[in-house]
């Protein structure tokens, strides 16, 4: 619509910058009014940014002389389609984030560029349809090589990239007389740079005429059923670690598409979760796209552009892929639903799995939820009847649970020293793996060689000078170095004490590397390698470390959460987890959870072959009834234990809870502005039924030069706690920049 002349009309608009709220603009007269989703060229401050149209503010009051007018409009129909508009707006809203941190997740890199998008072409060849009938004409009229190329360009009905067809031996000359001849034709073709090509680790292949279980087929019919009544609903699949959840996830993306609508798939870490990845590019082709953080900003826009054309219906990606420009969304699927790596830890604070929800609310799709271990809010929701619950209750092919077995290092250490790493049982096992030539994982949630150094002669310890915790030691002899495994702080473990220069400096405590040696010194003849943040630091090393334990290079791998994600590894048969309880001690509620999750997940990685699986779980504290729990792998019954226990403690998925972080180079600053803002938070709690806990140091009290003090808000109206703390903080702009805030935190360190 052009604007008439007299008439200002406004849009609001959001620009990529972080923490700057909706801003409105005018129209210039003459110039044709934005539609939601469109991309604009506006003037903020003295810098000229691109920013998209986020509704029509035509009706609101505006102080006409304040308003810059837009400079330019880049698309005339939306760039992002106006139900991830929608979606953005929601997401800004619910975790409290400015548009401008929002509309950045959203937008693929690069996206402020020009209305042109800079993109490389290749020339495509196909057959025309004279092109068909020539195929047959004698000898005389058309020779060998043209023949032979309108052959192969009949059997391709794309058609073929000239290079390609360069390779099989149809020189330019060739192609260039049969387009002269109207035989074939040739189009300019958008180059997609091909983010598969990277991901080396290969699966074995699905089976496409496979039958599934019994158990499988009547999930699958349930979970199509929902899908067809077209109808919002979200399932919970709740299967066992190798009952086949991929199978499903397949054929019902599968179903859905035939069915004429597209496809989301979620997946925790993309490197982690290579079977589902190849799975459905094995069974989508070219009609799948990827999205995920790893990918090089060219690569992410071309995917981004793919599924923006309608070139694709089904995507895979990580939790930013739950913003992807897709139209007539039928299924979402979020595979390891209970996995902490959908929260994302910086501003917009989402959680993509909760994102989904509302995903498919608006487009009235089926939502999957998967997990062998659901998150407490997911299986609460499936007890009360907002979620179905679909179940898996047995591995297919009826293949075992791992047995478990669980070791008390008190015993241990009582018997053998306070230094011993890998058990009597735990050693006997990896041995006798070696002799079957079967395979081993063994967790340890902690990085590092030694996690302490201290002094025996004054007691003081190497910490970090940035953040409150203690330097971790990496690597042996020589190479030795102390590092923080929060600012990156690194430096050399000196001969002496840097306190008191005593010569009696001692490490303590012990990471995967520690173990790695360990492993190695027990079973010298064992190839052994190690999977954590440090040996994958290197681009590729993650997916060359998976492919060589999946081809039988590896014997032994040694690792921290990173080995008990979703993998399929047929010749595992041990798994060994070494401290158990570490993440027991944190000060976080949902330390029994993690804990739980982590032990039934890497259990779970064993015996999903023909021969059965064992696992042996080190621990100082075996009663512990997550311990306890994980070892029968009974889901239910750790759920009710923890359920109450967060019942008792009003924590969720009884109580919402917003954790607000306030930073200050003091601590004594840290904690007077937090205590001023629970002080304005409480005029207003009581009345909205909201709790407000605290000032508190935060537990992890010093991070990067900067002490941290926080407040806890309790409710069971997230609207409510949101809007007293936001007119709190509006009373003290000056926070701005030091404070943060979480709604439905994952953790609350
Ligand atoms: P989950 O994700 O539930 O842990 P997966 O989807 O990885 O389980 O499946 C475990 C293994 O079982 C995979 O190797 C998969 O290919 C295989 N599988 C799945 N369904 C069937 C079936 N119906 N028949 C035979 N093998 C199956
Ligand atoms: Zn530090």
New binding site residues.
């Given amino acids: 619509m052009i604007n008439e002349p007299g008439l200002r009309s406004f849009v609001h608009v959001a620009v990529p910058v972080p923490g700057l709220a909706l801003l409105t603009y005018s129209v210039p007269e003459g110039l044709t009014r934005p539609v939601v989703g469109a991309r604009v060229v506006v003037p903020l401050g003295s810098r000229i940014v691109t920013g998209i149209v986020m509704d029509d503010a035509s009706a609101s009051t505006i102080e006409d002389a304040a308003v810059k007018p837009i400079k330019e409009v880049l698309d005339a129909e939306a760039f992002v389609p106006p139900e991830v508009v929608e979606l953005a707006r929601w997401t800004a809203e619910y975790y409290a984030a400015g548009p401008g941190d929002t509309i950045t997740s959203v937008l693929p890199p690069k996206a402020r560029g020009t209305r042109a998008d800079a993109h490389k072409t290749m020339r495509v060849a196909s057959i025309t349809a004279s092109g068909l009938e020539a195929v047959g004409l004698p000898s005389a009229q058309i020779t060998t090589k043209q023949r032979e190329a309108l052959q192969l360009l009949w059997a391709s009905p794309d058609g073929i990239p000239t290079p390609q067809l360069a390779g099989r031996g149809i020189a330019a000359d060739v192609v260039a007389r049969l387009v002269r001849h109207g035989f074939v034709s040739i189009r300019q073709d958008r180059l997609d740079r091909d983010p598969f090509q990277s991901a080396t680790v290969q699966p074995?292949p699905?089976d496409p005429g496979?039958?599934?279980?019994m158990e499988?087929a009547a999930a699958f019919e349930r979970l199509r059923a929902m899908a067809e009544s077209r109808r919002f609903q979200v399932a919970l699949l709740h299967?066992?670690?190798?009952?086949?959840?991929?199978?499903l996830y397949l054929r019902l993306a599968a179903a859905v598409r035939e069915s004429g609508r597209s496809v989301l798939m979620l997946v925790p870490e993309i490197a982690l979760t290579p079977?589902v990845v190849s799975v459905f590019r094995h069974a989508f082709g070219d009609r799948v796209a990827i999205q995920h953080s790893g990918l090089s900003d060219g690569e992410r826009h071309d995917q981004w552009q793919r599924i923006r054309r309608g070139d694709v219906d089904v995507v895979v990606g990580t939790r930013s892929a739950i913003f992807a420009p897709l139209e007539r969304v039928g299924l979402i699927v979020v595979d390891e639903e209970h996995d902490a790596s959908y929260k994302q830890e910086e501003s917009p604070r989402y959680h993509g799995r909760d994102v989904a929800i509302i995903r498919g609310q608006r487009a009235d799709a089926l939502v999957v939820l998967g997990s062998?271990t659901p998150s407490m809010e997911s299986y609460h929701n499936a007890t009360t009847g907002r979620y179905e619950r679909v179940v898996?209750e047995r591995?297919?092919?009826d293949r075992p649970l791992a047995a478990v077995t669980v070791v008390d290092m008190r015993e241990e250490y009582a018997e053998r020293g306070p230094d011993v790493i890998l058990s009597q049982a735990l050693g006997a096992a990896i041995a006798l793996r070696l002799e079957r030539r079967e395979q081993a994982l063994v967790l340890l949630n902690r990085r590092g060689f030694a996690t302490a150094v201290f002094c025996r002669q004054c007691a003081g310890t190497m910490d970090c000078p940035n953040c409150s915790v203690s330097l971790v030691v990496h690597g042996e002899g020589v190479s030795r170095r102390a590092r923080c495994h929060y600012c990156n702080y690194t430096m050399r473990v000196p001969a002496a004490c840097p306190h008191c220069a005593g010569p009696y400096l001692e490490q303590a405590g012990f990471g995967t590397e520690r173990v790695e040696a360990e492993v190695r010194r027990l079973c010298p003849q064992a190839r052994v390698a190690r999977l954590d943040r440090d040996a994958i630091r290197r681009k590729g090393a993650l997916a060359e470390i998976l492919s060589r334990f999946r081809t039988g290079d590896i014997d032994v791998l040694v690792g921290t959460q990173m080995i008990a994600k979703?993998h399929?590894f047929?010749r595992v048969t041990l798994v060994g987890v070494v401290s158990a309880d570490v993440g027991l001690g944190l000060a976080d509620f949902r330390a029994s959870e993690r804990t739980f999750q982590l032990l039934t997940q890497v259990v779970?990685r064993a015996g999903?072959g023909d021969e059965p699986g064992e696992a042996i779980v080190q621990t100082i504290y075996p009663d512990h009834y997550s311990i306890q729990l994980a070892r029968r792998q009974d889901y239910r019954a750790f759920f009710e234990r923890e359920l109450k226990f967060r019942q008792q403690m009003r924590y969720p998925p009884f109580q919402s809870l917003v954790n607000t972080v306030i930073r200050s180079q003091t601590f004594a600053g840290a904690m007077d502005d937090a205590a001023d803002v629970v002080r304005r938070v409480r005029e207003g709690a009581e009345a909205a039924g909201v709790r407000v806990l605290g000032p508190a140091p935060a537990p992890l009290g010093k991070l990067r030069g900067e002490y941290r003090a926080q407040l806890l808000t309790k409710g069971s109206n997230r609207t409510r706690m949101r809007g007293l703390l936001l007119s709190a903080l509006a009373a003290r702009p000056d926070l701005d920049k030091r404070i943060v805030v979480d709604v439905d935190p994952v953790s609350v360190l």
């Fill in positions: 074995p699905a496979r039958q599934l279980t499988q299967g066992v670690t190798g009952s086949g959840k991929t199978e079977v062998a898996l591995r297919v092919l979703g399929d047929p779970g999903r």
